[in-house]
Structures are given as structure tokens and as C-alpha cells.
């Protein structure tokens, strides 16, 4: 696991396995717009400082990238792409002040075996948000190492892996021996960031504290698929408003 000093953990192999948030887990995509705006900034700024981009995924409030490049500019390359896209972002969207939650984490990827893990982590990342397959979804680079790079540089894992196939096949399965930055390992519901992220995929373009006043059986029919994404009765309380009661109510009618 990463330490939690200030300093950072230099990679003898260079590369780096890096998460950045949104400020109080708000989301920083507001549409594809956004997500293709971040990606062009990533790749300027990564390949501006030698480096490449291995992997990357976008989900609603966070990312993940995986980085090759030197300690000291994938921290100058990662201030200048948070920094850059949170003016455009606010300026595109009518908001002020930080988008992003403090400094981004990071974690080196010293060994073969761990590099194989964070880029499968990384792409399961929409199964595990309870969102969808990492083969369709469409903001990370799963569909790059399946057909034809754009940002990432797939060739060192293909190699590895033995090809499209191979990784595919990797790809199928999950690891549970190797926790990556940021997880959360031994929980059976999703952590609140997740759950808040995949609701708001899941509901729109309804927003979710919009739910409590939908119609009875429009409300009832959200609450259930929340329910059936991974969250729990208490995470689908504290983000709709709808009692745990109503929640449960509704589970009991849907035969869930």
C-alpha cells in the first residue's frame, strides 16, 4: 500500500499507478466534452514531459492512470493537467473554486506481476462501480489494447500478455492478491464514492436527489435499481433522502 507521508515513492521501473478525485466526491465530467477535454491535456502534458500514458480509465468523479515517466515530471505533468482542466471546466460549466480534493495519489509499479494487476484494476473499474463490463465501457483504454491505440501505449502489456487475446483472457478475470492504491478490499457493498458515481450514471438524466419526488412507481423502480447496482439500503438513504423504509419497501415489491 502507499505510504501516507507527503513524499513520494520514487518507481525504479518509472512508472506510476495515479488517482485523482474530485473535491467532496463531486463529479469532475459533466459529459463527453469533458472527458475528451481531460484526455488531451493528459496526452499533451504526458508526452510534453517524456513520459506515456500505459492505461487510463474516467469514471464520474475520479480517474486512473497509469503513467511511464520520471518522479519529478509526472508531478509537473499531473499539476498542470488537474490545474488546466479544472479552469476550463469551470469556466465551461459556470462554477468557481477547486474541482480537484487536495494533491492526486500515486503508487509505484515496480514488478511485472504488479503492473499486469493495477492495468486490470484499472479497467474493471466500471464493473466494480457496478456500472457495466470494461469491454463497453467507452472512457478508458480497454477498447485501445482491443483494437486500436489512441492515447495509451499498449504495446509493452500485449507483449506481455501475449497479444489481444491474451489480455482479453487476462482481462476475465479478477485478482484479489495485490490491492491497488485506493481500493477498498473486503467490503460486500460499494464505498460511497462508487455509489455516488454510479447512481448518477444509473439515474440520468434524472439527478439523485431528484428521486424522492419522482412519481411512486418511477421513484420505486430507481430505488431498486440503485439497490441492485451494489449500494446499500443506508448509501441509497443518505443520497436519495427516501427513507430505508420506503427503500426497503420498494426491494420487497420488486422481489429483490
Known amino acids: 500500500m502507499v505510504r501516507t507521508s ?85 469556466k465551461r460549466h459556470g462554477r468557481v473554486g477547486h474541482l480537484m480534493q487536495g494533491r492526486f495519489k500515486s503508487e509505484p509499479v515496480d514488478t511485472d506481476e504488479y503492473l499486469l494487476t493495477v492495468i486490470r484494476y484499472i479497467h474493471q473499474n466500471p464493473e466494480k462501480a457496478g456500472i457495466g463490463a470494461a469491454a463497453s465501457y467507452p472512457w478508458s483504454s480497454y477498447r485501445e489494447y ?58 440520468a438524466p434524472t439527478r439523485v436527489e431528484e428521486v424522492a419526488a419522482l412519481p411512486r412507481e418511477r421513484r420505486d423502480e430507481a430505488l431498486c435499481r440503485l439497490k441492485a447496482a451494489g449500494l446499500s439500503v443506508r448509501q441509497v438513504e443518505r443520497l436519495t433522502g427516501v427513507s430505508k423504509s420506503v427503500v426497503a419497501k420498494a426491494r420487497a415489491k420488486a422481489g429483490q
Not at 80 to 85: E, P
Not at 147 to 153: I, L, N
Not at 162 to 183: I, L, M, Q, T, Y
Open 6 to 90: 507527503r513524499s513520494r515513492r520514487e518507481s525504479e521501473a518509472g512508472i506510476y499507478h495515479v488517482v485523482s478525485r474530485g473535491v467532496g466526491r463531486q463529479l469532475i465530467f459533466e459529459d463527453d466534452g469533458d472527458r475528451q477535454c481531460y484526455l488531451d491535456l493528459l496526452q499533451r502534458e504526458v508526452e510534453g514531459h517524456g513520459g506515456s500514458v500505459l492505461a487510463w480509465c474516467l469514471m464520474g468523479n475520479h480517474t486512473h492512470l497509469l503513467l511511464k515517466m520520471g518522479l519529478a515530471d509526472l508531478s509537473e505533468s499531473m499539476r498542470l493537467v488537474n490545474s488546466a482542466y479544472a479552469l476550463r471546466f469551470n
Open 146 to 203: 482491443a483494437g486500436e491505440p489512441a492515447v495509451a501505449d499498449t504495446s509493452l502489456v500485449l507483449e506481455m500478455l501475449g497479444g489481444v487475446s491474451g489480455f482479453k483472457r487476462f482481462h476475465e478475470a479478477s485478482d484479489a492478491s495485490a490491492p491497488c492504491v485506493d481500493e477498498n478490499r473486503g467490503r460486500r457493498v460499494l464505498d460511497d464514492d462508487s455509489a455516488l458515481e454510479a447512481a448518477r450514471l444509473l439515474l
